[in-house]
């Protein structure tokens, strides 16, 4: 946080919003009417709207010991935007709601609506609504994205079929270490202040925590490609909780190869630092904002062409059940938090 | 709150989502997909969107000592609709994000949720979306409405024109009044818990404090008279603050007067009883949910076809300032806190 500190109450809740939206300009073309009246106005142009919202609570999803609040108005968005993205649909509305204690100063707020419009610069999101308020406890926020996909070309999670491929994009796992990182990090400074963080090498996965990025990327690629999921949804809450999902929702089983399982080096080493298993990282870790998806074998050539994607594996019919075959050769069920090897 | 208490706990988050939404069956043929995917998706079939969102936090916007959660569940969705009103929209989907401590049971929630899908169902609005959270503190909740409207035809705060009728539907300041009512038996109470609550006479602003309704009635009306005000919003924080908005905004002038501010006698009486001017309550008190708005002087007759519309006063040109004619023919400054008398 900057040194200055100007109390919130000194503005008015009329004269706070003014001053945090003052520099927005609306930059697309469905964005008629943005912050400043009872409501927004967005004439999609016959496209269709996709919408989904999130909220997020100090304490709960958020530590800011360890989180620069620039990242988390970064972090705030960029998590809704990936819902949009595992859509197919592309981002072009944000709202943004928060409240605050009076602990925080209006540098602070400043300091988190940065990284807000910075998300929205780099997503070319319009900021078009919200709301501020006291709280009091903690700092609260809530987000709700809208985005555009033309007609019917939305991909749902329920619509996977028996023998598509089953793909991730990126890598996985390495936010999971960060915050294990980062958490081990403020226990020993909480015990001994003067020790100094031992961040060496882990900038990747602290990285993939404090400022993911959606994968817009995918989306552009299956575009130019005019490629089409059969299901697709992003790995927010680890791969093996969302590959159920997915096989629940389309009545379908899978077979998972580990061995596939993309996990960056960086990751690999801060996991063995833990003495944990890569894996199990990134099959029960969060937050990656990675997307997961089914596509036809028949798109199989189309998918090489793009390194940022692997197949994991492929769909079942649902008595074959949910499975994961290991390195080792072996096959487990696969559960929400891993596989049962884990509880066995 | 019912007897049976039920820990959030046992049901996980998905599980609890799953059993607040399982009953959702969606109405408007703009709502394709709803609840259970990475986001929700609407196709507005041609028409133009409306999109509006608000933060309610216990302690600083509500109390549940006296604000039945079923009650408050049905207001966190009026407030909002009343926005989309307010934008001469119809509301078709809301999506609502709660954070609760660990001091709320199952029970509490579903009979939140009772309120919302009384809501819902009055004002034939789907809920498409949202998220649920614990909070370290507290009660938070973040409703999005959207709504949809023929092309162009919005009305925004800034279009009013001079010479334009300033109007305004049903009566102001009964909700501050229930307000001050509940605070004082809540202070009653605290003190002394055998005094009976002395709530006699006091249903009709109670009511409007506690279960306010969205003026969906004077947006058929326009729709039906072929009627377009020049300006609207919702008055939610008080009268004489929303009439300086539309003039501001619109960079107008106006003239209110005192006497044709609509205010119901057990408003009126209730004010009394606390010694305060009923003027002062409209034009200060807040969550009426009433329109304000302004139109042609050539609609006048068509206004008077509809008695829950008051013609408060009329636009000028912005040197004249924005004036409240009083009852006995004084002329004062409109302030946001009433008008300059208060203070002198």
Redesign the interface.
């Known amino acids: 946080m900057s040194e200055q500190r100007t109390e919130i109450a000194s503005l008015g809740e009329f004269g706070l919003i003014e001053h945090l939206t003052k520099n927005i300009e609306l930059h697309n073309a469905s964005s008629?009417?943005g912050v400043?009246?009872?409501?927004?106005?967005?004439?999609?142009l016959?496209k269709?709207?996709?919408?989904?919202?999130?909220?997020?609570?100090?304490?709960?999803?958020f530590d800011l010991m360890y989180t620069p609040l620039k990242h988390l108005g970064y972090k705030s968005i960029v998590a809704n935007l990936s819902?949009?993205y595992?859509?197919n649909?592309q981002p072009t509305?944000v709202?943004l709601?928060?409240?605050f204690s009076n602990r925080f100063s209006l540098e602070a707020l400043e300091e988190f609506y940065e990284g807000v419009y910075a998300a929205c610069e780099e997503y070319d999101v319009d900021l078009?609504?919200?709301?501020t308020?006291?709280?009091?406890?903690?700092f609260?926020i809530?987000v709700?994205?809208?985005?555009e996909?033309q007609?019917d070309q939305?991909v749902?999670?329920?619509t996977a079929k028996e023998g598509d491929l089953l793909c991730v994009s990126g890598d996985l796992g390495a936010a999971f270490l960060g915050l294990t990182l980062l958490e081990r990090e403020k226990k020993i400074f909480l015990e001994s202040p003067q020790v100094q963080p031992d961040l060496e090498n882990r900038k990747y996965v602290v990285g993939r925590l404090l400022k993911p990025e959606a994968r817009r990327d995918i989306i552009a690629f299956f575009a130019a490609q005019q490629l089409k999921p059969s299901a697709?949804?992003?790995v927010s809450d680890g791969l093996s909780s969302e590959i159920l999902h997915i096989c629940n929702?389309s009545n379908l089983g899978c077979v998972l190869y580990e061995e596939k399982i993309p996990i960056h080096e960086d990751t690999r080493n801060a996991a063995f630092g833990f003495e944990l298993d890569p894996t199990a990282c990134a099959l029960s870790g969060g937050e990656d904002y990675e997307l997961l998806f089914t596509i036809a074998q028949s798109d199989y050539d189309k998918l090489l062409l793009n390194e940022q994607i692997s197949v994991i594996g492929y769909m079942t019919s649902p008595e074959k059940g949910k499975k994961i075959i290991t390195k080792g050769g072996n096959t487990f069920d696969i559960t929400a938090q891993g596989w049962n090897a884990f509880t066995a």
Chains 1, 2 share one sequence.
């Open positions: 008629i009417v400043g009246d009872d409501a927004a106005v967005i004439d999609p016959g269709q709207i996709v919408v989904t919202t999130d909220m997020l609570v100090e304490g709960v999803h819902d949009v595992a859509m649909a509305q709202t709601s928060i409240a078009i609504g919200g709301d308020s006291s709280s009091q406890k903690g609260i809530s709700t994205a809208l985005g996909v007609q939305y749902r999670r329920n697709m949804m992003d929702q």
